[in-house]
């Protein structure tokens, strides 16, 4: 993630653009328009020193000498997230109503604030969704918020077992009859929803360590070029 990076260390060094542009494989001028609030895209910063990449004694070399050149760490790997606002990528944003009338047909217990929240949505979309005046409605069809990839099983697990906390019993044989009715079921549901999240999980994690490795092979073999030069 080679942008997060320099917007993080664009925003939190004093290192020069040089600097910032070499190490995470940038042009000058990208690293620039980041400075400059420029860049066609905003990115969240991913701080280098915590994912392993960097140090802080190397950030404070290169800050104390502008041609000094930042040495990777190791391979970034791990992609991690300080605590904020969740984000959905790009290309999954599109999804977002479909998750939302997902859990509005299949959990109505939970509330526009907790499916605010799981999603990463307004209550005014909700609200659109719920009542069908939403401007895409006709495209819109009801999927696991899971599967779609906008979040994770445990956190809509926790949703809804907010959600009924919340709720508390009405009837004691409704309460009774429903877990006998969908156990088979559910079981069945939560058990293929794993398997799915699991190797979702998988190819990610293997795309990210096959992009590292090749970054770092293209940045030792550079170093050793220029060594050898």
Same mark, same amino acid.
């Given at each position: 993630m080679p942008h997060a990076t320099a917007s993080w260390l664009v925003d939190n060094t004093a290192l020069s653009f040089d600097q910032i542009a070499e190490f995470c494989g940038l042009h000058i001028l990208e690293v620039q328009a980041m400075a400059d609030d420029l860049a066609s895209s905003k990115y969240t910063g991913r701080d280098p020193v915590h994912s392993g990449e960097l140090t802080h004694d190397e950030i404070e070399k290169g800050q104390a000498d502008p041609n000094y050149r930042l040495k990777m760490h190791r391979a970034p790997v791990d992609v991690s997230r300080t605590k904020g606002p969740r984000y959905t990528p790009v290309s999954k944003r599109q999804d977002?109503?479909?998750?939302? #009338?997902w859990i509005i047909r299949n959990h109505p217990e939970i509330?526009?604030?907790q499916i605010g929240k799981l999603i990463g949505t307004t209550r005014n979309t909700i609200n659109a969704i719920r009542d069908r005046s939403h401007w895409n409605i006709q495209n819109i069809q009801a999927k696991d918020?899971?599967?779609?990839?906008l979040c994770s099983q445990r956190e809509l697990d926790a949703a809804v077992a907010k959600a009924a906390k919340r709720a508390g019993p009405s009837e004691e044989g409704e309460e009774q009859a429903v877990p006998d009715q969908r156990d088979e079921k559910e079981k069945l549901i939560e058990e293929l929803r794993a398997e799915r999240e699991a190797a979702a999980k998988a190819a990610v994690e293997a795309?990210?360590?096959?992009? #590292?490795e090749a970054w770092l092979e293209a940045k030792r073999a550079a170093e050793a070029g220029e060594s050898n030069g």
């Open positions: 977002k109503p479909d998750g939302i #009338a509330s526009d604030a918020p899971v599967t779609l990839g795309a990210q360590e096959a992009e #590292a």
